[in-house]
Structures are given as structure tokens and as C-alpha cells.
């Protein structure tokens, strides 16, 4: 019998969230027991998007969903955002990891992503919209990325002691 993973959230300031993501090379049944992990604390967390370096792991995974329809999970390992285009747009972002947290950040509206699904077939796709929003905004987390990096310099200063406290909690934390 297989036993989902219960994974729980890697929070801002966690180094993890500061290293750039592996390339999956092994397309097996730990994988999907993984994504269906990323899946199931995604949801509980009552989010819409959640990539692998938020549970703690170092893999090029990213979950999603924008519609809280389950037909509308989308899952994609090894992916590379290939092309971005459109009107840079302005949107109200949150992040999983920054609990409370939300910024005004800009980006392009498509983009082309190039990815495997959970089985290892390639996907190559157009997104606009809010899945494309998600999908830029996971993207990120595999390469380092966070949503504190994109906020302008007001964005910044207006979430400053709510940063302050996450880099408060987590050294509490860890002592
Ligand atoms: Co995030």
C-alpha cells in the first residue's frame, strides 16, 4: 500500500527557498507520490500554486491550480518557461511562504512553458491570464527566486515589519 507524503511548508527566510532546483531524472512512483503530496498540502494550505523547494525539496516541480477544480490540477517537472510575451501586467501576488504577504508584483501576461507531466510526457503549452501569473510566480521558486525579489521598492517598504516578523519566527524557530 502506498502512504501519501504529508509535507509541510517551507517558510521565507529558509535557505531552501534560496537554492535552484534539480532536474528530475527519475520518472517513478515516488515522483507521483510527491506531486500528489504537493497536491494535497497545496489545497490545504488554500493555494493555487506550490512548488518543491516550499515542502523542502530540491526538484525542478511545480503544482497548480487555478480554479480549486480538481479537473484543473496541473503538474510540471523539468520546466523551463521558453518564451514571455504580452503587456506587463500588474497583479496582487501572495506566496505560501510569506503568510500574509501581498504585493502588487509586474509581469509579462503569457508565456510558453516547455515541461514532463508526472509520467514523463513532454508538454509544451501557451498560458495567459492567472495560470500563466501562477505558473511565472512557481517558476521563480525553482530558481531561487521570491516573491520579496520582485516587489517594487514601495511594495517593499510597505511589507517591511511583516518581513521583519517571518525572519523573526523562523530565527525563534531555530533556537
Ligand atoms: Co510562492
Redesign the pocket.
Same mark, same amino acid.
Given at each position: 500500500m502506498t502512504q501519501s507524503l504529508e509535507f509541510q511548508l517551507t517558510l521565507y527566510p529558509d535557505p531552501i527557498l534560496r537554492k535552484v532546483a534539480e532536474p528530475v531524472a527519475v520518472f517513478d512512483s515516488e515522483l507521483e507520490r510527491i506531486v500528489e503530496g504537493m497536491f494535497a498540502r497545496m489545497k490545504a494550505s488554500h493555494g493555487v500554486g506550490l512548488?518543491a523547494p516550499?515542502v523542502g525539496l530540491k526538484k525542478r516541480i511545480l503544482v497548480l491550480n487555478p480554479t480549486g477544480e480538481s479537473a484543473d490540477d496541473m503538474a510540471f517537472v523539468n520546466v523551463e518557461i521558453v518564451e514571455r510575451s504580452g503587456a506587463r501586467v500588474l497583479f496582487d501576488e501572495g506566496? +505560501?511562504?510569506f503568510p500574509g504577504i501581498y504585493a502588487e508584483i509586474e509581469r509579462p501576461e503569457r508565456c510558453i512553458v516547455k515541461a514532463c507531466d508526472p509520467q514523463g510526457n513532454p508538454i509544451e503549452r501557451e498560458f495567459d491570464g492567472f495560470t500563466s501569473r501562477i505558473l511565472q =510566480?512557481?517558476y521563480d =521558486?525553482l530558481e531561487g527566486v521570491l +516573491?520579496v525579489d520582485r516587489m517594487s521598492p514601495a511594495e517593499k517598504v510597505r511589507h517591511k515589519a511583516a518581513l521583519e516578523e517571518l525572519v523573526a519566527r523562523y530565527n525563534s524557530a531555530r533556537r
Open positions: 512548488a516550499q506566496c +505560501l511562504s =510566480h512557481e =521558486h +516573491l
